[in-house]
């Protein structure tokens, strides 16, 4: 029987971000609204050797109904294993197809797939020979803009049993450069019927109502706009109810996040890069990120961030 991606009850996802959505920061875009929440790509060699730190990101919140894990590798059968190990304790399983990091696809992982669509289609049969959880993959529009097969691969991927795709509109070259093409989006959309999760340059709840009505896809995941405002999600679900939302004090947000971390035991240096992160772009942050990266304890972050938001009123 084919494995059906489950119905969700939002369309904003939070997209998988190694070294940002770590469990506490999950649990706060879930607090928020959103739809479905990843775990970062994890190495799956790492998993199957009981790597300490990997095995440390396994971790997951009550509030991620339904839960899902990112695995990447090359080598079939360790992604395979390390699936077979992870499945009882996530919902579903994505595999990484997008990564454009160096140290990633050297090994041939990655969005290095995308070159052999055919490994690729394997790797999701055999999968879903082996695990009963719904395989979804994520991948890139292609290698470059000679080489954009997200269609190809997009067909292959549901003929070989995949229960949903996310499709990131760049290529492997462009990295992060450029804009996201939602063009290729929409065609992938058009030409599957499992369904199709666009994701891009989304950081607005008006840049998502455009992005899902040119599109027309099933859900739309976002990363960079989460990563410095995780009220995104509900800034969205509102606008898409109602027209209209609030915003909400980037400060008040990462205090949120720090009641979170201490139930998960988050450790000092995460909760630090987010503090960093969550401050971007507010009016007279970049003094307080210089003394931020320099502080070594809890209580002295915790003090800078209340001074810096007094100060702020
Ligand atoms: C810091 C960072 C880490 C990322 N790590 C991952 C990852 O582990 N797995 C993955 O599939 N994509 C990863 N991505 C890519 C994002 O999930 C997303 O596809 C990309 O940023 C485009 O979405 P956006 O325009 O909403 O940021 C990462 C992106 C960033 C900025």
Redesign the pocket.
């Known amino acids: 029987m084919k494995k059906q991606f489950p119905k969700l009850k939002n369309k904003a996802i939070l997209?998988?971000?190694?070294?940002?959505?770590d469990v506490a920061f999950r649990a706060l875009c879930k607090k928020y609204g959103a739809a479905l929440t990843c775990t970062?790509?994890l190495n799956s060699t790492a998993i199957n050797r009981k790597n300490k730190r990997t095995l440390e990101m396994l971790k997951k919140d009550k509030s991620e109904k339904p839960s899902q894990i990112?695995l990447?590798g090359s080598n079939e059968d360790e992604v395979v294993k390390a699936a077979q190990l992870v499945s009882k304790k996530f919902d579903i399983i994505?595999i990484?197809c997008?990564?454009p990091a160096w140290k990633v696809i050297k090994t041939g992982a990655g969005s290095e797939l995308l070159k052999n669509p055919k490994q690729i289609a394997s790797l999701i049969k055999k999968l879903n020979n082996s695990v009963k959880n719904p395989i979804t993959i994520?991948i890139r529009k292609g290698i470059n803009d000679k080489t954009t097969n997200a269609i190809e691969v997009a067909r292959l991927a549901e003929k070989s049993g995949a229960s949903a795709l996310?499709i990131?509109g760049?290529t492997q070259k462009q990295g992060?450069s450029g804009k996201?093409d939602w063009e290729i989006i929409k065609k992938v959309k058009q030409s599957i019927k499992i369904p199709v999760i666009g994701?891009?340059?989304?950081?607005t709840p008006e840049d998502f109502k455009e992005k899902l009505d040119f599109s027309e896809v099933d859900y739309i995941?976002?990363?960079?706009?989460?990563?410095t405002n995780p009220y995104i999600f509900k800034q969205i679900n509102d606008y898409m109810k109602t027209g209209k939302y609030k915003h909400k004090n980037k400060i008040d947000q990462f205090f949120e996040y720090l009641t979170l971390t201490k139930k998960h035991k988050t450790e000092f240096q995460i909760i630090k890069r987010h503090a960093i992160n969550f401050t971007k772009g507010m009016k007279g942050s970049a003094r307080l990120r210089d003394k931020l990266v320099k502080i070594k304890d809890l209580k002295e972050l915790s003090k800078e961030m209340k001074d810096f938001k007094q100060n702020e009123i």
Do not use: W
Not at 15 to 21: D, E, K, L, Q, R
Not at 221 to 227: E, K, N, S, T, V
């Open positions: 997209s998988p971000m190694a070294g940002v959505t970062e790509f990112q990447f994505d990484n997008g990564c994520k996310a990131h760049r992060y996201a994701n891009g340059d989304v950081f995941l976002i990363a960079r706009g989460a990563m």
